[in-house]
């Protein structure tokens, strides 16, 4: 019985994965500034999707900090997205516009998807669905929450810096 215990312990530690992502619900976004979020701020490639991502985000300009991603499988694009993190009503706001790779949008002219801020921390921004945490100066995690066939599915992304040149 006590061999059984410690394998159940033993599957549990490493098949069950703790959720990443958090959500708002009916709470408000806490108090934030761009200036928290500049660890963001490189180049930065990793393997997820079963392809090749990258992340491009530029330091904060004005009240907005610019991001870029591409997905590659297969030698060719699958999908970018354009990203922002936006600062506004004294908090942060992720919007995100998607783009097959032929650039035709996924979401209507005027429209994005909108993660607003659930959870500040000085290495860690939880948005709604949507974690970004740097594990160190060469490495960011984030995890994303994705609306799969009417489950939820939490999809890790694992980055390392990169030179531009």
Same mark, same amino acid.
């Given at each position: 019985?006590? =061999?059984?215990?410690? @394998?159940?312990? @033993? ?7 703790? !959720? %990443? ?12 500034? &761009? ?11 990793? %393997? ?6 990258? #992340? @491009? ?16 499988? +297969? ?5 970018? $997205?354009?990203? !922002?993190?936006? !600062? $506004?009503?004294?908090?942060?706001? @992720?919007?995100?516009? =998607?783009? =097959?790779? +032929? &650039?035709?949008?996924? #979401? $209507?002219?005027? #429209? ?7 959870? &500040? ?6 948005? +709604? ?7 160190? %100066? ?8 994705? +609306? *799969? ?6 999809? $890790? ?5 990169? *030179? &531009? !040149?």
């Amino acid at each position: 019985m006590r =061999h059984f215990l410690i @394998l159940s312990l @033993l599957f549990v530690a490493f098949y069950v994965t703790a !959720q %990443e992502t958090l959500s708002l619900g009916k709470n408000s976004s806490p108090p934030a500034t &761009l200036d928290q979020m500049t660890w963001l701020t490189g180049y930065w490639s990793g %393997e997820a999707l079963g392809g090749i991502s990258e #992340e @491009l985000w530029a330091p904060p300009m004005g009240d907005a900090m610019m991001g870029s991603f591409r997905s590659v499988k +297969d030698g060719k694009v699958e999908f970018y $997205e354009l990203c !922002q993190i936006k !600062q $506004e009503n004294n908090t942060l706001m @992720l919007r995100i516009k =998607h783009f =097959h790779g +032929d &650039l035709k949008g996924w #979401e $209507e002219k005027d #429209e994005t998807v909108e993660f607003p801020l659930v959870k &500040l921390e000085k290495n860690a921004a939880y948005f +709604d669905g949507w974690t970004l945490k740097k594990i160190n %100066e060469n490495e960011i995690v984030m995890y994303i929450n994705i +609306d *799969s066939g009417g489950s939820n599915q939490e999809i $890790e992304f694992r980055y390392n810096r990169k *030179s &531009l !040149q």
